[in-house]
């Protein structure tokens, strides 16, 4: 019964931005353990932006750092992704991922439990 959808996806211009939304349902944006990743054909699922812990603690991969940027809006059981001044390397099926205990690093594909189905994002 736990569900993860992704939305907000499409087709932007370089330099252009985008929200992507993840509606949660018989999952909590409380959890102490999120993530967007993101995955190309021919490429490994990379993970782009975690939520660890209480803290909060917000980690971002280095390709993505300073242009994207995670939130969460715990009242509408949503977490986000703001991204900005987009590239062409950008493009990209984005995914939402959350963990269960034990948490592990929250940081790799075998770390979540839950993943919505995708949402696909063009930069041209």
């Known amino acids: 019964q736990v569900q993860l959808v992704e939305s907000g996806g499409g087709s932007v211009q370089a330099g252009g931005s985008l929200r992507l939304s993840c509606a949660l349902s018989g999952y909590t944006s409380r959890a102490k353990c999120m993530a967007w990743f993101r995955q190309v054909p021919g490429k490994e699922r990379e993970v782009i932006a975690t939520w660890y812990s209480g803290g909060p603690i917000t980690y971002y991969s280095d390709s993505v750092k300073g242009r994207f940027t995670m939130s969460r809006d715990n009242a509408k059981n949503a977490v986000y992704l703001e991204m900005t001044s987009l590239q062409t390397d950008d493009t990209a099926t984005y995914y939402c991922?959350?963990?269960?205990?034990?948490?592990?690093?929250?940081?790799?594909?075998?770390?979540?439990?839950?993943w919505g189905l995708g949402t696909q994002v063009t930069v041209s």
């Open positions: 991922a959350g963990a269960v205990p034990p948490w592990g690093a929250c940081s790799k594909v075998a770390d979540f439990t839950y």
